[in-house]
């Protein structure tokens, strides 16, 4: 298992890929590799058995519990420490200031932001598409954070030269904030631009105070390889990415 380089001691941060070493075999080629979402028509039993894959991954790190939600491209963030809730939780951010607990965030071409403060006592994970990334969904987890994060890491999403978008989310994100006209590309088709997710994002970031901006530089559409993409097959399976402090 690969995880980010330059953190502060005793945090770990990565992004699963398409392939594991416990990666079941499935009958349905589109959902082929390591899937880890229940939404997406996949078996029941093939995702839990891959998401207790990654649980035994982290456990020598320290890892005895792990957190998911029901995604909901939202601005809904959860702080989720000792109590373990009865239902699922919906929206799109975590925060923990709990040891040995991962939190999760699944994606397909959607941008995946991991925070953290610089002593390590403290982790958010938050899933970012147009959508979240427009209504505020990283300044609502820093606001939902306990201390002020120092760094933010970019897991793989969709590059800007794949994600073409209409004239609407273009002026969602500049009407909020006039300097990201940089941030989009236009089109050859009229009223359509080309987004860059990762640009959009280290701006927000650097707004809110985070200095350190880890990744940012894979493509989830043309990686086909290495990651899933909704953009590519409709049907599809996710990845995840995580962060746990051990």
């Not at 957190?67 to 809904?76: A, D, F, I, K, L």
């Not at 932001?113 to 994970?125: K, R």
């Not at 306990?146 to 897991?155: E, H, K, V």
Request: charged letters at 15%.
């Amino acid at each position: 298992m690969q995880f980010v380089e330059g953190l502060p001691k005793g945090i770990y941060v990565g992004q699963t890929r398409v392939h594991h070493t416990q990666t079941l075999a499935t009958t349905n080629q589109a959902l082929n590799g390591f899937n880890l979402a229940l939404h997406v028509q996949d078996d029941a039993k093939r995702v839990q058995h891959h998401r207790m894959a990654l649980l035994q991954d982290f456990a020598s790190y320290g890892v005895n519990k792990i957190t998911w939600m029901n995604q909901t491209h939202s601005t809904g963030c959860h702080t989720v420490n000792e109590q373990i809730p009865f239902e699922p939780l919906e929206g799109d951010g975590l925060v923990t200031q709990r040891q040995g607990h991962a939190l999760m965030m699944m994606t397909a071409d959607c941008l995946p932001v991991v925070l953290g403060n610089a002593t390590g006592t403290e982790v958010a994970n938050l899933h970012a598409g147009w959508r979240g990334l427009a209504g505020g969904i990283i300044e609502n987890t820093i606001a939902t954070m306990q201390s002020a994060p120092t760094w933010a890491w970019l897991g793989a999403a969709i590059s800007q030269e794949c994600f073409e978008i209409g004239a609407e989310v273009k002026l969602a994100f500049c009407s909020k904030y006039p300097d990201l006209e940089d941030a989009f590309r236009a089109g050859e088709k009229a009223d359509k631009y080309y987004a860059d997710l990762y640009a959009i994002a280290r701006y927000i970031l650097v707004q809110q105070g985070v200095q350190t901006v880890l990744g940012g530089d894979q493509c989830s559409y043309r990686q086909e390889e290495e990651y899933f993409s909704y953009r590519r097959h409709a049907q599809t399976g996710r990845m995840a990415t995580f962060v746990f402090m051990a």
